[in-house]
DNA sequence: CTGATATCCTTATGCCGTAAAGAGTTGTCC
DNA sequence: GGACAACTCTTTACGGCATAAGGATATCAG
């Protein structure tokens, strides 16, 4: 965890070949790994050839693959606003801020299999919460109440993230088209499972389109964006309750 | 896919040796694995050594390990209640659903890296699903605003089941004990980075305990049950808020 | 019995994280 | 300058993984 919040440092003239990388370097390169063919194709061998070394090599830079991650997750949250303007009311300000942790986790959709997987407590992630605090703070929920409506809305996000990073990949999984997988979803589903519809009929009835909405446009891409702002409104409703009384 | 909703096939008479074993077996033996050695212990090799065989054996049952995983995940979803009484109104009853489910997850913690992974579409999952849509469907709620209600409960739960299940492995990890490991914490933090008070006032302030709690019982089992309970309460009043809009 | 089909095993391939040992480089101290 | 220690990076090796391939054996229909 050390290497989490060193800083830049003294860098003390010591005896050795002169370092061909560094920690920041080897994350940089490990990052764009993840970024480009996914969490499951990250290894040690992989980074070290793209920086022209031997996976081995890392170890001298970095103690294992776990810290290794640690140290991608948190570096990648760097990227996210360190402050939110709530001048405006803090529910323009949260909306805000789910939308960049929204787009932040599909930039990155390796980062939702570490988010969950432990606590990292590095800086960028005391810095990302010390954003939407900060934005809360001013509702004067007292710290109880404010602990469960920052884990509520860090698990939505997450969770939302999770739903359209997997409906992104699961039709080029399967090699059909992204619109004909979620049409065939259904079919499918009534060919593998007869009896479907009237053995789940309330899953029927709430997978069913809205009366508003016409049959042509059906794709998913839309529809689980609609379910985030739906489900955003929702907790933000939850919040100003929570705020009102007090 | 086809194995997530086989019936009882009709066992037709065919050549060859008796099967010495089931995909039913296989998957009991699998999920025995991962609730006691947890998922990333879990191996083709381990589940057949459990049986008597090999892990080349367990092929003849199932494509992949992957394939079994999905079929660990829909089994483990059978023993949650398939309804919920929503005689004294939706609010009970989807406090019962949550509480349910966390301790589902909570039983299984494997679970919770497999539900996020993608979508499984499984009967049990549909199960569970129709129970929770079957509580909000006497809401009034319209599909759209109820996909993202239905979304919203899950990943909160999911998320917070996700907190807790960490905060139980993450001392014996590292060896101290559940308080000590919580109370090193913030310490542990003021030593690896001097002035965490100072540049994360809001996050500090709001780790404090509420005024109306004793300095003596900060372990963090309780603390994350209490955010687990304001979390529901902020969504449950979330959703009242949208049935009164209706 | 024959031939087809099934279960299950052994073996092998190519990944993985990382331990161990050593080659080569660069500094400090005498 | 020479010795030594510290350092980077490589090679090799170990034990694990999922799973492909091939073979031994058992069980059916004919």
């Known amino acids: 965890m050390a290497l989490l919040w060193r800083s830049g440092e003294p860098g003390e ?16 390169a490990a990052i764009t790994v993840a970024d480009e063919e996914g969490m499951a194709a990250l290894s040690m061998r992989k980074v070290g050839e793209r920086l022209g070394r031997t996976g081995m090599a ?16 948190d570096r990648a949250l ?17 909306t805000s801020w789910a939308e960049h942790m929204l787009a932040f986790f599909l930039r990155h959709p390796w980062v939702l299999q570490v ?11 005391f810095a990302m919460l010390e954003g939407m605090v ?3 703070h001013g509702t004067g929920l007292r710290p109880r109440r404010l602990r469960g409506v920052v884990a509520l809305l860090f698990d939505f996000v997450r969770g939302a993230a999770q739903t359209i ?15 004909e997988w979620w ?38 891409e839309h529809r689980v964006g609609e379910t985030f702002a739906v489900g955003l409104m929702v907790l933000l409703d939850g919040i100003e309750a929570a705020v009102k009384t007090g």
Not at 78 to 94: C, F, I, K, T
């Open 13 to 28: 003239v010591r005896p050795g070949p002169k370092p061909g990388l560094s920690v920041d370097v080897i994350v940089d």
């Open 58 to 73: 890392l170890y001298t830079y970095v103690p294992s693959k776990g810290e290794l991650v640690d140290l991608m997750y």
């Open 78 to 94: 760097a990227e996210l606003p360190a402050e939110y303007d709530a001048s405006a009311g803090w529910r323009p300000a949260v």
């Open 115 to 125: 988010s969950q997987a432990r606590p990292v407590l590095g800086p960028n992630e």
């Open 134 to 136: 900060a934005i809360l």
């Open 165 to 179: 990073a997997d409906s992104r990949l699961a039709p080029s999984a399967t090699g059909v088209s992204d619109e």
């Open 183 to 220: 049409l065939a979803r259904s079919s499918l589903l009534e060919e593998v499972a007869p009896g479907f519809a009237g053995r789940f009929p309330m899953v029927t009835w709430v997978e069913s389109e809205d009366d508003d909405r016409g049959e042509d446009e059906p794709y998913f």
